[in-house]
């Protein structure tokens, strides 16, 4: 198997620059020992090579802010055709540099191996208020209601992550739905999974993987619509009453019993449309409404998506 020889401790040669911005650059080359029968692939792969993402720090020479880049540049060192059993010696040369002047991402070789990615940012919805912003209804000289458009802003969170299959049906099942509990330090139905895109690249051995995007919306008032006005053309069986002009429900009326609700008329006893009460009355202080909350989305456990419960930490 390949390996460093005594690593750690011989360093065949090591190089430093600056670039015109002042970022440090730091190359490092080592001795690696294989066999005859080991090439490029092998000792690239060598035991004792610093991995991607470590530290630039040797003897008492160390760059706190230089990590060791995915680079890898070979060299045989043994003249000639080397026999089977053979030892081999080759050059292995690493670069090191600070993440200023290159993103340095932790890569083995392997894609399903790679962390997800995670970005995020906040975006802006057309949406339709009926409350101003210290919750009163937003009405006419009429009182009737108006709808007035807006933007409502979102938190939004955006992961990749490299997937071996394509579970179509899954994504689907998870697709338009919000959290079922706990998520990232937010509640019940405050994260809603917006959308799913995804690639297909090839693999080894004339197999696939499949770079999968996830986007989530966050809402810390949950994505459940709580501003729905109860109105309609119905009320529970009653009648005006002439003298006090108020809403006089029959004995016996049930607010349960859908049969027991009847054709909403004025005083005039015109039929007409209105806003209701929670008992199902016609409502007739209007800037105080009776809102409804409605729960569109069904709920799904993301984190069997392979989301990871940490956005910091990625895992």
Known sequence: ????????????????????????????????????????????????????????????DADAWAFCTPYLKVKSLTPGEAKPGAKVLWEVQQKFKTLQETEVTVFTGDPLLEPPKISGSFVNRSYFYKQDHIGASIHNVAFEIVEVEGDKGYPTVRITINKPTLPLQTYSQAHNRVNDGNMWGLGLRQVKLDNISWERMPYVNNTFYFPTTFEFDINEETFDRDDIPQEGEKVLDGQWDEISGAWVNTAGANASDPADFIRMIDLNGNPMRGLLNESGNPLLNSTTLYLDTVKLYKEFNFFTLGIPSNLETGV
């Open 1 to 60: 198997m390949a390996e460093v020889v005594h690593p750690g401790e011989n360093i065949r040669n090591w190089t430093g620059s600056r670039s015109e911005d002042g970022f440090p650059e730091y190359n490092v080359t080592w001795t690696v020992q294989a066999t005859g029968k080991e090439g490029p692939a092998a000792v690239m792969a060598a035991t004792g090579l610093p991995a991607v993402g470590s530290a630039y720090n040797f003897f008492t």
